[in-house]
């Protein structure tokens, strides 16, 4: 309860530049919380799915069986349909329609992203203009006469110092959770394109064996 007490009082002493970082601290910790959902929940890929999609001599009905094991939300599980739903039609067709689905996940893992990206700059450059605030109210308490209220320049100095921490420390929570999605991100990507490159590659293996046996 005291330290609830000291952060509330931390913060009343930091001036009015606690405000706005208050709240870009609420809204990245939104987006922390939301990407962190997404790709716990909706980028998990089974080792069954795994060992179906790598093996050379796979039947397609256990990959459909794999792949619906997964749910109809799960990214992974989106991709596979994709492939699976049209794997009569042509490996160019498929492999098309597999890159616009491909293109839409990303967008998708990508999303709110760019607000994690902004607040890794935006966050030290208000705790910068709290300092700057917080200082010119301490410098304004120097007059002709000196010093005229000392408390008053504490309160400055403490106002500049806490806007400054506040910010770089919302600024290193947004840079190391952007990193991290980011190269989650580009892993699920490399993924998804070196099974759907697998899957085609069957695709195209086994309409060359039926226009073989054809001619």
Do not use: C
């Amino acid at each position: 309860m005291l330290d609830i007490i000291g952060i509330e009082t931390t913060l009343k002493v930091g001036g009015v530049m606690v405000y706005p970082l208050a709240a870009l601290a609420f809204i990245t910790a939104v987006i922390i919380l939301e990407k962190g959902f997404i790709f716990w929940r909706r980028t998990r890929l089974t080792r069954r799915v795994v060992d179906v999609a790598e093996s050379y001599g796979f039947a397609w009905d256990d990959l459909h069986r794999s792949v619906t094991a997964l749910g109809g939300r799960n990214y992974f599980g989106r991709f596979f349909a994709v492939i699976l739903e049209h794997r009569d039609r042509p490996a160019w067709w498929v492999e098309s329609r597999a890159g616009d689905e491909a293109s839409l996940i990303e967008k998708a893992l990508g999303r709110w992203l760019w607000v994690l990206e902004t607040t890794v700059t935006a966050a030290p450059l208000l705790g910068l203009l709290g300092t700057i605030i917080g200082m010119i109210r301490a410098f304004r308490l120097f007059g002709n006469q000196g010093l005229v209220d000392p408390g008053g320049v504490t309160g400055g100095v403490a106002e500049a110092l806490i806007a400054t921490a506040l910010g770089l420390l919302i600024a290193l929570v947004a840079l190391f959770a952007f990193n991290y999605f980011s190269q989650r991100q580009a892993q699920i990507m490399d993924e998804m394109e070196r099974f759907g490159t697998r899957l085609i590659d069957r695709i195209r293996l086994q309409q060359g064996e039926v226009g073989h046996e054809a001619a």
